[in-house]
């Protein structure tokens, strides 16, 4: 028979197993580089540890790693596996020929499983202002994760503890430097914005950028000069010709003898 002093220890070993097994348990980045082209390139990376996968695997769950394949498979996305150590996870790779189609791609509730549906209407609005000499571009929207919480038969807290060891980040690479963000952190180049995704809960992202329109700008550079060298010969040929002008009104009249 178990004396109660021996069942608190028991209890507190298992807790504390429990908390080691699942700290740091899930990792991912879902990086978005957007070219100066206007397109887009989506590399994305979800990884789990070694232990938990074998942990849901012995539970009578489907194994998570050919789950979230599929998953991201179904989006169009070129996928392959990884392992990282202790992490055993997929990494995720699709180009898109226009950026605003990025909102359609953000990670979401159903990246992690592909029965639940995401509200359209709280996908990232990423919009284009084309003006002649500069884009500018607009990320504005948020990533919806609060269909990622405990269910009621969490009773000893397990679901909970797993969540808050889920480290999600959405990292956004730009061709220039951002006016506006509010971003959680910005790397060390300055055009690289990272947010913490947080479980059971909306992520606001908001960014904007402007970016040179390269081509416009020459143009309008060497049209400048054109006109101005124009301008030059012009004065220039107008200062000859009164030069010429006044020489020849000073000249002496010819003599008839």
């Known amino acids: 028979m178990l004396i109660p002093g021996k069942l608190r220890w028991i209890s507190l070993i298992a807790s504390l197993s429990i908390f080691i097994l699942l700290t740091g348990c899930v990792k991912g980045d879902f990086h978005v580089t957007v070219n100066k082209d206007g397109s887009a390139d989506l590399d994305y990376k979800l990884g789990m540890q070694a232990q938990l996968i074998g942990l849901m695997s012995g539970n009578g769950q489907n194994d998570p790693i050919s789950e979230l394949k599929t998953n991201f498979e179904k989006q169009g996305f070129s996928v392959s596996q990884y392992r990282d150590g202790d992490y055993i996870g997929v990494a995720a790779k699709k180009h898109l020929n226009n950026s605003e189609e990025i909102g359609n791609a953000l990670p979401s509730q159903n990246i992690l499983n592909q029965n639940q549906k995401s509200n359209s209407s709280e996908m990232m609005n990423f919009s284009q202002d084309k003006g002649f000499f500069f884009t500018t571009y607009r990320y504005n929207g948020s990533v919806d994760l609060t269909d990622m919480k405990p269910d009621d038969k969490d009773t000893m807290g397990i679901q909970q503890m797993m969540l808050k060891q889920i480290d999600l980040k959405l990292t956004l690479s730009l061709p220039v430097k951002a006016d506006m ?24 992202v908001i960014l904007q950028a402007k970016v040179p329109n390269i081509t416009n700008i020459m143009i309008c550079s060497i049209a400048l000069l054109l006109i101005i060298g124009v301008i030059v010969v012009t004065f220039i040929k107008n200062r000859q010709r009164k030069a010429a002008a006044s020489l020849s009104s000073h000249e002496p009249p010819l003599s008839l003898e």
């Open 181 to 204: 963000q509010n971003a959680s952190r910005v790397l060390p180049d300055q055009q690289t914005y990272q947010w913490d995704l947080i479980p059971g809960t909306k992520g606001e």
